[in-house]
């Protein structure tokens, strides 16, 4: 008889990065009036930094504006399994002022929300972590030399 267990894992930045990189939104964490405050956004990696856009008059552009340090977070869940991976990116991001570097940001961003974002953020990849957990199948004993992943989903 088997059952199964989960198993929680770090993710090397490497893994982390690859996973950055095939994602398209986000979660923005930031401080807002001494509080924290989260703004989901479009972004892309980018030149081994996160780049997103928003517009000068939100508290995401003030917050940056202000110096705050960033933290960033991506995650992909399924609640049936309960398996999944989540990685999440600190730094101290930087406004885009160049004008060839903005296009360059929003020729690789293009449009997703209504209206045109005004302020390019750059946030660079200085802190990354992920984490992953996956299904392991486990003998009642719970030794090491029956587990074995399972792929497909099923138990």
Not at 52 to 81: C, K, W, Y
Not at 127 to 148: C, F, K, L, N
Request: hydrophobic share 40%; charged share 25%.
């Amino acid at each position: 008889m088997t059952y199964v267990e989960r198993t929680l894992f770090a993710l090397s930045r490497k893994e982390s990065v690859e996973l950055l990189s095939r994602s398209h939104v986000g979660r923005v964490v930031f401080t807002d009036r001494a509080l924290p405050a989260v703004a989901a956004v479009p972004f892309a990696y980018h030149r081994d930094c996160l780049v997103m856009h928003t517009f000068g008059d939100d508290r995401l552009a003030s917050a940056v504006a202000r110096g705050n340090i960033l933290a960033f977070e991506i995650d992909d869940i399924d609640p049936t399994t309960r398996t999944g991976w989540s990685v999440v990116v600190q730094g101290e991001p930087a406004v885009a002022t160049d004008v060839e570097e903005r296009a360059d940001i929003e020729r690789v961003l293009g449009a997703w929300a209504p209206g045109h974002g005004d302020v390019c953020i750059r946030l660079p990849l200085t802190i990354v972590t992920g984490r992953r957990i996956e299904r392991s199948m486990q003998t009642p004993t719970g030794s090491d030399s029956s587990r074995a992943l399972l792929r497909d989903g099923s138990q």
